[in-house]
């Protein structure tokens, strides 16, 4: 479609997929494609933009009218758009947005795209002058509607070494093996309002168990997950469920329009309307929970906005592809192996322990009657409100668990609970089952390729963080005998933004050339 040349060569293997040229222009061919073994369709577009913003409009204008036709299937976006979308595509680049940067933003919210999880390079984009230092850029990219992630869930992209190309090559793998294995369990915060939650609670709380009384509050929570999940499933598929309720008021009220003095008729509508009313909210709470968007309530219809969340977050939450310290390459199944033996080795590893003795290390200390304050006996309020401030929605520990269970039936497993947590205090033993942690890794950057690219955080156990919520709210109170004035995070009240704001002030009008002469050295100890 170029008048220059070939702009665009699209080449596929018969055997395996059936494609099918929609569109087409000088930017861009749009397509169809139809895996042949999984019998799966998408829609695929090949872009290769002008290098001026002012020419590259029209491709803006045909991705955003082509993006109707996809609502309801995968839709995959890639290639070179000459365009960088963001301040962190840049090496070295503009203070501010500019025009190019604002039109390809927009055209990506009106079609709602975005970035397929990537591994490998981040630039993408290498200028290769004859002296000094090339400019580094992500110019390419490989971006999806939300359908592709939920018909994909395991969709990844890969950006290889540029070698003799200035571009880096770009690859979408759409699939992986699965590895077929129970899911743990993870408790639903939505049953907490469901008459057999507490029922199943008080049945299992009264059996007695022998054993200290952490191991009996661990027990009957392990007992308590069978009767949850046979709960959860009666509630069935929650999405399936609203449909078929919308669909069963629907045709209620459509009979109330006909017959509108039948008093059964309006008596169906009344329950069927209170039933539509719980499985909305339950659908919505249940996909916040999974979401973690914490900044928004349930209550406003926000399942679509929840159920995208999940989608995206459990699309970039996978780690398909991962390098570890030696430079090898692991993909699929091999990955969790490969991440398993870097931190066994990084986080497992014994050497020797030498005492710290240096009386001049430490030169604030506690007073007395504070000091004998900060270890004083804990109390039940004090367990309570430590509880109490957990949030319901944060991740759960390896028994699966929220704080939403403890809350919900504090009347009932309150006591024995705050004894637990006070048996560690006493007696300064925890159980290994309530010790236990999940290592989560977050990546640093935007593009992950090796096991040093992230780094592990820990998921406790509700009770644990109870305890540890307990020892923190005492130390705050004492920091600020201990921390110097200076030592700007860690103490109530003081921000380490303050900093930056001090720097501000002490740098103005450094650039002057009356006055004394004047040197500035940021020392990082």
């Known amino acids: 479609m170029c008048s220059r040349g070939t702009r665009v060569i699209l080449g596929w293997n018969a055997d395996d997929i059936d494609l099918m040229v929609i569109a087409q ?29 002012q020419d590259r409009r029209s491709l803006w204008d045909d991705l955003c009218k082509f993006s109707g036709l996809t609502c309801d299937t995968p839709w995959v976006v890639m290639g070179d758009f000459n ?13 501010s947005h500019t025009i190019a940067m604002r039109e390809f933003y927009e055209c990506v919210q009106m079609t709602e795209l975005i970035d397929i999880k990537s591994h ?11 002296d000094g230092i090339g400019m580094l850029k992500k110019i390419d990219r490989i971006m999806g509607n939300i ?34 294995r129970p899911k743990p369990f993870k408790f639903p915060n939505f049953i907490v309002s469901k008459p057999e939650f507490r029922d199943a609670v008080v049945t299992e709380w009264n059996k007695p168990v022998e054993g200290v009384t952490m191991f009996s509050v661990v027990k009957k929570m392990k007992e308590l997950k069978s009767h949850f999940r046979r709960i959860l499933r009666k509630q069935g598929n929650l999405h399936t469920r609203v449909i078929d309720l919308r669909n069963e008021l629907d045709k209620i009220q459509k009979q109330v329009e006909s017959h509108p003095f039948d008093a059964t008729l309006r008596a169906s509508e009344v329950i069927c309307l209170r039933d539509f009313k719980a499985a909305i909210y339950d659908e919505e709470c249940f996909l916040k929970q999974k979401s973690k968007v914490q900044w928004l309530c349930a209550g406003d219809s926000n399942t679509s906005y929840f159920h995208n969340c999940v989608k995206n977050r459990n699309a970039r939450n996978k780690i398909n592809c991962i390098k570890d310290t030696n430079g090898n390459q692991y993909e699929g199944i091999d990955v969790a192996a490969a991440l398993l033996n870097h931190y066994s080795a990084f986080m497992g590893t014994e050497d020797q322990v030498v005492s710290l003795d240096d009386p001049d290390l430490f030169v604030n200390v506690l007073q007395q009657n504070v000091a004998a ?17 957990i949030g319901e929605n944060k991740a759960p520990g390896p028994d699966g668990y929220t704080s939403a269970f403890f809350k ?118």
């Not at 365009?83 to 203070?95: H, I, Q, R, V």
């Not at 490998?120 to 004859?130: A, D, E, M």
């Not at 304050?373 to 401030?389: C, G, I, L, P, Y």
Request: charged share 20%.
């Open 25 to 53: 222009s000088d930017q861009v061919i749009h397509t169809q494609i139809v895996f042949k073994s999984v019998k799966k369709k998408i829609f695929c577009s090949f872009v290769y933009a002008e290098n001026k913003y």
């Open 83 to 95: 365009a960088a979308l963001n301040m962190e595509d840049f090496l070295m680049g503009p203070s």
């Open 120 to 130: 490998g390079l981040h630039y993408t984009w290498n200028q290769k002058p004859k």
């Open 147 to 180: 359908k592709l992630l939920e018909v994909f869930s395991d969709a990844y992209a890969i950006f290889q070494p540029f070698r003799v190309s200035d571009h880096a090559p770009a690859i979408l793998k759409l699939f992986s093996i699965h590895r077929d």
């Open 373 to 389: 304050d900060m270890v004083r006996q804990v109390t039940d309020d004090e367990v309570k409100q430590a509880m109490f401030s």
């Open 408 to 525: 919900n039936a504090w009347d009932i497993v309150g006591s024995e609970v705050i004894k637990a947590v006070r048996d560690f205090f006493n007696n300064g033993q925890i159980l290994k089952q309530i010790n236990h942690t999940i290592l989560a890794l977050v990546p640093k950057i935007d593009t992950p390729n090796t096991v040093l690219d992230y780094r592990p955080i820990s998921c406790c156990n509700v009770i644990y963080k109870c305890i540890s919520k307990i020892i923190t709210d005492r130390l705050k109170g004492s920091l600020g005998i201990l921390v110097n004035i200076n030592q700007s995070a860690f103490v109530p009240g003081r921000k380490i933004s303050d900093n930056i704001l001090i720097t501000q002030e002490l740098m103005h009008n450094y650039h002057v050339n009356r006055g004394p002469p004047r040197c500035a050295l940021k020392i990082d100890i």
